[in-house]
T-cell receptor, first 114, second 113 residues
Framework: DVKVTQSSRYLVKRTGEKVFLECVQDMDHENMFWYRQDPGLGLRLIYFSYDVKMKEKGDIPEGYSVSREKKERFSLILESASTNQTSMYLC?????????????FGPGTRLLVL | KQEVTQIPAALSVPEGENLVLNCSFTDSAIYNLQWFRQDPGKGLTSLLLIQSSQREQTSGRLNASLDKSSGRSTLYIAASQPGDSATYLCAVKSTSGTYKYIFGTGTRLKVLA
């Protein structure tokens, strides 16, 4: 079974702090994704990566950056956390593109920025 | 731009009922459509994936259908159980715009014992 793990389930940070969210997958997937999920807005794509050191902006990249130094690890960075970044953050990975691509999700990190 | 809609937003049914969840999408140029389950405070679990060339997929008490030309998919749950209570999301992978899945906002299902 594919396993996607996220470093924290719950996180409380102060406004202005730099925040690191880590995601690790154990199935050698090329593609990795970071989403945030908010009530009424659904899942929105922040960034994705299709290979080591490669990244693409999603729909809402402002205020975020990412790092993919190793294939299994995809980090989301909040450079200066703000209260409007309080959300549920979900990481996902997938092996191939096209008709058979299936996304596998981690358990999520609920971030509260005070 | 692809948009995915799920109606209703919430549904409450007695145990044992057969039920249908709906998903509609605006652009029929898709690779596949995936149904997910999300329990409160948890990540998403994939239930079924239907390729664009397929009409339906089945897994146990779940059956998902796809009508690409009309931009619709349904998830049928037979003999619902309290353990089916969760939020169900659909997501489409468009052929335009690589690597992106577009998600609906989900249907929150409660099955009453």
């Amino acid at each position: 079974d594919v396993k996607v793990t996220q470093s924290s389930r719950y996180l409380v940070k102060r406004t202005g702090e730099k925040v690191f969210l880590e995601c690790v997958q154990d199935m050698d997937h090329e593609n990795m994704f970071w989403y945030r999920q908010d009530p009424g807005l659904g899942l929105r794509l922040i960034y994705f990566s299709y290979d080591v050191k490669m990244k693409e902006k999603g729909d809402i990249p402002e205020g975020y950056s990412v790092s993919r130094e190793k294939k299994e690890r995809f980090s989301l960075i909040l450079e200066s956390a703000s209260t409007n970044q309080t959300s549920m953050y979900l990481c996902a990975s997938s092996l191939i593109t096209g008709v058979l691509e299936t996304q596998y999700f981690g358990p999520g990190t609920r971030l509260l920025v005070l | 731009k692809q948009e995915v809609t799920q109606i209703p937003a919430a549904l409450s049914v007695p145990e044992g009922e057969n039920l249908v969840l709906n998903c509609s999408f605006t652009d029929s140029a898709i690779y596949n459509l995936q149904w997910f389950r999300q329990d409160p405070g948890k990540g998403l679990t994939s239930l079924l994936l239907i390729q664009s060339s397929q009409r339906e997929q089945t897994s146990g008490r779940l059956n998902a259908s796809l009508d690409k030309s009309s931009g619709r998919s349904t998830l049928y749950i037979a003999a619902s159980q309290p353990g089916d209570s969760a939020t169900y999301l659909c997501a489409v992978k468009s052929t335009s715009g690589t690597y992106k899945y577009i998600f609906g906002t989900g249907t929150r299902l409660k099955v009453l014992a």
